[in-house]
């Protein structure tokens, strides 16, 4: 399995751990997840889908629930108008982004090692720090969130306006024109990162600037979620790894899954802002 392909799987699993099959209309619990960046197919995630719904739907005693996979931020916001979700599974500039209109609550948090997103860098051939990378071309896929880059990961060092941005639409896409030529520098995330020791030509690659360390995706609960089914959600977090779910959460390379609160993502939400 690449890396690309387990990020979907990934995504997929957090799904279907939260996804009971349609025929419980009445009752059902709605659930978003919202992995922007990603890649992969979400067809892939199948079989751990199968794995995951008894052990969910056990745990939380839901007599249905329903799960929409989302990779942009104005899909989800449709998903969450219409279908007032309970629950989210979002990655860390969506949960930002969407924290204060919807009056999100943290209540865990899923660390993993295939989603990528915890932390950023600037790699160049030929630039060997950050005053190198600045004034010069900048290939990204992550500056459609400038605010995000800037206060989050960036704090400071440097503003897209430092650059001549070149944008792209895939994670593997930068890394090509990088490759290529076509810019100077670079902005990747760890996942991304990652890729470049399996990719032919991509020799003399290195890292310019790194971030520090962010917080994983976020689990959230929304306010239309009870009080009490919110913490029993957030206590059976640390278990859907156990027993039967351990060897598929080892396969899509989540490293933790476990309750917790707005205390870990203090210092980013600080950052970005109301």
């Known amino acids: 399995m690449t890396r690309a392909a387990g990020a979907s799987v990934l995504v997929g699993s957090l799904l279907a751990a939260l996804y009971v099959p349609a025929g419980h209309a009445q009752g059902d619990i709605s659930i978003l997840v919202l992995k922007e960046h990603g890649t992969g197919s979400q067809a892939l995630a199948q079989p751990y889908v199968d794995r995951f719904v ?18 942009s931020r104005s899909a989800a916001e449709g998903f969450i108008a219409a279908q007032k979700p309970h629950y989210g599974i979002l990655s860390l500039a969506a949960f930002l982004a969407l924290r204060g ?74 890394i090509r024109k990088l490759m290529a030529g076509e810019a100077a520098c670079a902005l990747v995330d760890d996942s991304q990162l990652a890729e470049l020791s399996h ?21 959230v609960a929304f306010p239309s979620a009870p009080a009490g089914e919110r913490a029993r959600f957030r206590e059976s977090l640390e278990h859907l790894c156990d027993d039967g779910g351990h060897s598929a959460c080892g396969e899509v390379g989540i490293v933790s899954l476990e309750g917790t609160d707005d205390a870990n993502y203090g210092t980013v939400t600080r950052l970005y802002g109301p």
């Not at 008894?54 to 990779?71: D, E, F, I, R, V």
């Not at 600037?122 to 992550?142: F, M, N, P, Q, W």
């Open 54 to 71: 008894a052990l969910a739907a056990a745990q939380n005693g839901w007599p249905g629930a329903k799960g929409q996979y989302y990779t």
């Open 101 to 174: 209109p919807h009056h999100l609550d943290v209540i865990g948090e899923v660390a993993t090692s295939l989603a990528g997103g915890r932390q950023y860098a600037l790699i160049s051939r030929s630039a060997e720090g950050l005053a190198g990378c600045k004034g010069k071309t900048l290939v990204s896929d992550h500056t459609d969130d400038a605010r995000f880059v800037e206060r989050v990961v960036a704090r400071g060092d440097f503003r897209l306006g430092d650059f001549t941005l070149l944008q792209t639409q895939r994670p593997l896409q930068t």
């Open 199 to 219: 990719l032919e030509g991509a020799d003399g690659i290195h890292t310019a600037w790194l971030s520090s360390e962010l917080p994983p995706m976020a689990v």
